[in-house]
């Protein structure tokens, strides 16, 4: 069974220039987050779907950052105009439903904003 | 909102040696899991431990949830071993909201 996948693996790009990250979650997993990890710290949530549906978006920068989850399968997280301080892992997890289910993660995206 | 406090927070093993990890968090939690992060940033699953004890080869977790605490013990450690371990809490709120540690920076030297 294929993990999490997500890409790119790297970007680099200049300060106010736009980003985006792809993931695909575990076949038939209903639920999918989003992370982000600074440098020496845990994940910290950004986002949480139910198939298409944003259920927990409390830590989301909506002023720049937006996601989607169309069809309740992959998803889209962009970072528009990137700032200094967005460097860090961007990383998505999946799990099969909404209770306390193991949550599986992907690789990560590393973001470094120049 | 929950801390999550991890301990120590970095540990240096020679290959062979036994080591504890803790973790202590600060509110009642429907779950918990560890996580092996290895030098690649790869988040690795290693128990989802709500309470009592399980076991997986060189590694045991014990979770005493009525205390809020967390155990993960690693046997005969290995260079493969190095990386940062992290307890993560789901808390036991309306939202089931991971909540991550502090971590556990290990490095095993051969």
């Known amino acids: 069974e294929a993990g999490v996948v997500q890409s790119p693996r790297y970007k680099i790009i200049e300060k106010k220039q736009p980003v985006a990250f792809w993931c695909n979650p575990i076949s038939g997993h209903n639920t999918l987050y989003w992370y982000r990890q600074n440098l020496g710290q845990g994940p910290e949530l950004l986002i949480r779907y139910e198939n298409e549906e944003a259920v927990d978006d409390s830590q989301l920068p909506k002023d720049r950052f937006s996601a989607e989850r169309l069809k309740g399968v992959d998803s889209t997280l962009k970072i528009q105009p990137a700032e200094l301080g967005d460097s860090a892992v961007y990383l998505c997890?999946?799990?099969?439903?909404?209770?306390?289910?193991?949550?599986?993660f992907g690789p990560g995206t590393r973001l470094l904003v120049l | 909102g929950i801390q999550v406090e991890q301990s120590p927070p970095d540990l240096i093993l020679q290959e062979g040696a036994n080591s504890t990890l803790r973790c202590n968090f600060s509110?009642?939690?429907?779950?918990l899991q560890w996580f092996h992060q290895n030098p690649w940033g790869q988040l690795i699953n290693l128990f989802y431990i709500p309470s009592g004890t399980k076991q997986n080869g060189r590694l045991s977790a014990t979770t005493v949830a009525t205390e809020r605490y967390s155990l993960l013990y690693i046997s005969s450690s290995q260079t493969t071993d190095s990386g940062v371990y992290f307890c993560a809490v789901h808390m036991n709120t309306g939202f089931q909201k991971l909540v991550f540690g502090t971590g556990t920076r290990l490095l095993v030297s051969p």
């Open positions: 509110d009642s939690v429907n779950n």
């Open positions: 997890a999946s799990s099969a439903g909404q209770g306390s289910e193991t949550q599986y």
